[in-house]
Every structure is written in C-alpha cells, then in structure tokens.
C-alpha cells in the first residue's frame, strides 16, 4: 500500500523527474542506505541489484496516455485497490523501453 504515496505524487505532476527518482528508489533504501552500501562494497547506485527502477513508469513498465497530470489521486487510488481502469489507457514507457529499470550504468561499466 505505500505506492499510493508515490502515487499521489506523481499524479500532481509535480517535481518531475527528481521527485520519481526518489520514490522509484525506496524498494531497496528502505533496506540499505547509501553510506551501508559502500561500506559493504555494494554499488551506491543500485545496491548491486544492478538495476534501476525507471523514474518515469515507477518501474512498471508503462505509463497512463496523456501523462501523468490529469489523472487525480482518487483515480490513482481506485485502481490500486483494484477497481475498473476508469477508461484510462496504458502505453509502454518510451524511457525504458516498457522495461521498467535500467541496467546500472556504475555496474556495467565495471563489467
Ligand atoms: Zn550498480
Ligand atoms: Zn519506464
């Protein structure tokens, strides 16, 4: 249930990118923060998971036709607790190709 939060968010439209980073985030900082990782060795980035979550679809893969802001908290809510699409439509997120993450650019390279 803590995605209604990121969801929320988002659905203001606000903040962007940076603010998705930081939600797309808390799977893993929730875990392990930055400073336990790098002095376990782990990937700063990723906490060698050696993905990240995509900021833009939240690392679902897709993302609502038209954007983010039209679409209410309450709209956001309903479907979480999953109720009818309401007639909003999905499309694969362009940035991560519908993936939902990205390969860790720090890990890659070092491989
Ligand atoms: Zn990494
Ligand atoms: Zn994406």
């Known amino acids: 249930m803590e995605n209604i939060t990121a969801s929320e968010i988002a659905g203001f439209g606000v903040g962007t990118l940076l603010l998705c980073a930081t939600i797309a985030a808390p799977r893993v900082d929730s875990f392990i923060s930055a400073s336990q990782r790098s002095s376990?060795?782990?990937?700063?980035?990723?906490g060698d998971l050696k993905i990240i979550a995509c900021s833009t679809c939240r690392g679902v893969?897709?993302?609502?036709e038209g954007g983010l802001i039209r679409f209410s908290f309450m709209d956001d809510l309903y479907q979480l607790l999953g109720g009818d699409e309401t007639g909003v439509k999905t499309i694969p997120c362009t940035k991560c190709g519908a993936k939902g993450h990205f390969r860790c650019p720090n890990c890659s390279k070092a491989q």
């Open 40 to 46: 376990l060795g782990m990937c700063r980035k990723c």
């Open 61 to 64: 893969g897709s993302v609502k």
